[in-house]
């Protein structure tokens, strides 16, 4: 299945000097004034959950030819002007958590009927170079998923990046320089607290071994049993 995730995004090797943040880069900065995410009260409800969900961070890009649901849906996850703010390491690209920042969090964002929102957090990926970044997503998808240490100490994923066997959901969406994509992380809760942090991947390039890019860290509380890739997702 990865084979797929050959398209588009190739050009990443062919000469580029772009240098990709896989250290942990330290939020600087407050968030937007202008709100680029609906700010939630620190009070609601987080995910209280004892299985792994799936990371759901949708992205689009205005020069993306799939952009087959309504605009009122699209228009959030379209790139952002940074405008003043540093968020991330200047140069680089740099994946940026703001757990401290309430926002609104929907599994179901399209959905129109009464459902159940959680407490989600900021995450923000900022373009800090001077060249277009283009992403693979699968579906809008982007491969970022949240991972924390173990009783071990070891990182593992408490999310997992569902693929599709339908090639025409492998597309990329572009972030250009000084442009920032805002995501809505889920909040978990649980008897186990520990460190956290996020990953996002660029799924296959010509076979070289793929580029991650980790946010910075932070104190969280999850169920150990998030652990666990359920059985269809192995």
Not at 31 to 52: G, H, I, W
Not at 65 to 79: G, H, M
Not at 216 to 232: A, T
Request: charged content about 20%.
């Amino acid at each position: 299945m990865r084979i797929l995730s050959l398209f588009g995004s190739a050009f990443l090797v062919v000469g580029l000097s772009l240098c990709l943040s896989t250290t942990n880069p330290t939020p600087q900065t407050k968030p937007n004034p202008k709100f680029d995410l609906e700010q939630l009260d620190r009070n609601a409800s987080p995910y209280d959950t004892c299985v792994m969900l799936e990371g759901l961070y949708y992205a689009a890009s205005r020069m993306s030819s799939t952009l087959y649901v309504e605009k009122k849906y699209w228009e959030p996850r379209l790139p952002k002007a940074l405008g003043q703010a540093d968020w991330g390491i200047p140069g680089q690209v740099s994946l940026v958590a703001f757990p401290w920042e309430a926002v609104k969090h929907d599994f179901y964002p399209w959905r129109t009927d009464r459902h159940e929102v959680k407490r989600g957090f900021a995450v923000r990926l900022a373009n800090r170079t001077n060249q277009p970044v283009n992403f693979l997503t699968c579906d809008h998808r982007m491969n970022l998923v949240q991972e924390a240490k173990d009783a071990k100490g070891q990182w593992q994923p408490i999310e997992y990046h569902q693929l599709s066997g339908c090639g025409n959901s492998y597309f990329d969406v572009t972030l250009k320089p000084n442009e920032y994509w805002a995501f809505s992380a889920p909040s978990y809760d649980g008897p186990f607290e520990t460190t956290i942090r996020f990953r996002l991947e660029y799924d296959g390039i010509d076979n070289l071994q793929s580029p991650v890019i980790y946010s910075n860290e932070f104190m969280g509380r999850i169920h150990p049993e998030q652990f666990v890739v359920p059985p269809l997702k192995q």
